[in-house]
């Protein structure tokens, strides 16, 4: 028992000298100071050296039009919803189609750079040279980047490089230079110092599509809605905001190309239809007339030309049908081949499926997607295999409404043709000239009828078409960001700073440990104890800070 007591009153912890602990700290200061200075030193030197990166953003809101028949088909095939809008339109914005569109929209052609001490960086969208290309082939030409510099006020340096081989040569302004393939001319600039080197390279728009895709970042603004954030990080902060800009508009017109094609598709078939109609009318009109001359029969009786009006009506919704059953073969032949910009080319507005409307619109989107993705992704991809197996199924229900719509219109289609078997049952019983005359008038009569509604339809889709509007709309451009999020300027100098401070009262207590005339180890126990637990505590409250802040992205 008295051995015990006398080690529980050797604990190092019942008693704490603080006041010693202070001295001891502050009589080597300069220790902590020294590991602060140069702490502080190395992380504005990295910050110096490191390259930053800068972000910005914008936003759009996609116009997704719900009614009762959507609403239907997603309850019919709820195995089947595919992608969501915003993944969906996600994987047009990102494709190459729209990057290379938005990346024609800048200054792409020459890119300049300014040699520093320590970096080289771009200066997009500055254009200190006037540069003029005179022979330029996008497939042959010379992408190595040159050093210009100013040597007076009519002649300057170029340096570059011929395989392996360093070539430096004199040149003046406004002559034509050839390096390789490539040959153009430099006007004389406005200003610059001798001391000054600009770089420049000569680029096509396929070599930003890389970089772009490298740096655009899609996500939902708040989960479940159709307001689309768009995200672009790069090393210049302009060009990050104009190539988002550029791939936001270039987006709105691609979507509303896309939707056009499908009305233009329409058109032409309506096209293809009046040309053969407007050649038959015309034939009739003519062989009506020759034969009423040859037989003087100028009118038909009351009786003959009421049996004429109902065959006329009869014929003319038989002849609208038969369009109808042409357009749904086209349809159906289409999604059996997988087509891109499925169409219904024509729609009487009887008989049609009310959900295969909806279910050719989410089938072309499919569709278009899997053709955008196939330019990134190989055919056996994970990517390709999903919209690929959403694709079989929409697919399938799209065929299905199909089927139902052509057995519908077939059947009208035989209920027309038994009425028109009484109308003429009463005209066989007219004297011969008269059924002669009424079997040329009826062509006649049938294809003007058509031909006219059909001249309504494609004014109704060509009226469509040109109020076609994008289903986006952008709510917030994006702004050139100066501030760089990458590297993190004050965490790493809060690092740089705490490390400098461990670093040099660490020292202190390894000199103190090390002095054999320290006979106080105990309070250098303490001492070690209580940095590790501060250490601890800081570095668990920035644990604590950063997972609140991603809780909170989320």
Known sequence: MEENEKIVTKLPNQEIDYFKIGKILISRWYWIAGSLFIFMLWSYVYLWYTPKTFATSGTMKLEEKKSEISDLVNVMSTSDRGPSKIQSETSVIQSPTVILSAIKDIDYDISYYIEGRVRTSEIYPLKPLDIQTIQFDSLNFYRDIITFKAL????????????????????????????????????????????????????????????????????????????????????????????????????????????????????????DQLKYLSGAVKGSEKSILEFKQKNKLMEVSSSAETALSKAKDIESQQAILKLQLIAIEQLRDQIDKEKNNVNLNFNAGSGIDPALTTLIERLDNLLNQRYELLKTYNYNSQPIQDINRSILQLKGNALNSINTTYTTVKRNLDYLTSQLAVVNKQISIFPVAERDLIALNRPYEVNEKVLSFLSEKKLSAQISRAGILPGATIIEKAQANFSPISPDEHGIRRSAMMFGLATGLGLIILIRLLNPYIYDKETIFNIIVYMIIAISLYYYTRYQDKAISVNAKN
């Open 152 to 271: 007076n006020k009519n002649s300057f340096n170029l340096s570059y490089k011929v395989g392996a081989k360093e070539v430096s040569k004199s040149h003046k302004y406004n002559t034509p230079i050839t390096i390789g393939p490539t040959t153009f001319s430099i006007k004389p600039p406005d200003y610059i110092g001798n001391s000054t080197l600009y770089l420049f390279k000569f680029n096509i728009p396929e070599d930003f599509i890389g970089r772009v895709r490298g740096g655009l970042r899609t996500s939902e603004m708040v989960k479940n809605s159709n307001i689309l954030l768009l995200q672009q990080t790069d090393a210049n902060p302009q060009f990050a905001a104009d190539v988002l800009n550029a791939i936001m508009r270039e987006y709105l017109i691609y979507d509303r190309n896309r939707k056009t094609q499908s009305a233009t598709q329409m058109i032409n078939f309506i096209d």
